[in-house]
């Protein structure tokens, strides 16, 4: 919600600490939203090789999306 300003004012580092904790907790949508953040440097620094093994381990968990960010 945070990321896409959905319903609440967009805070992009809020978004990246939530999805931190979702994907600590093994939310598999957490962990690809965080690798997209990660990926595109919102809300802090780029880390594409973290985005990477987000993905991987979005993909791993069901979320689809986390196979297409994986391509």
Do not use: I, K, S
């Amino acid at each position: 919600m945070y990321a896409n300003a959905d319903g609440v004012e967009a805070n992009l580092e809020e978004a990246r600490r939530l999805a931190e904790v979702g994907c600590a907790e093994q939310d598999a949508r957490a962990c690809n939203v965080l690798g997209y953040l990660l990926e595109r440097g919102l809300g802090g620094a780029t880390d594409p090789r973290r985005a990477l093994e987000l993905f991987e381990r979005a993909c791993h968990g069901g979320e689809m999306r986390g196979c297409y960010n994986l391509g």
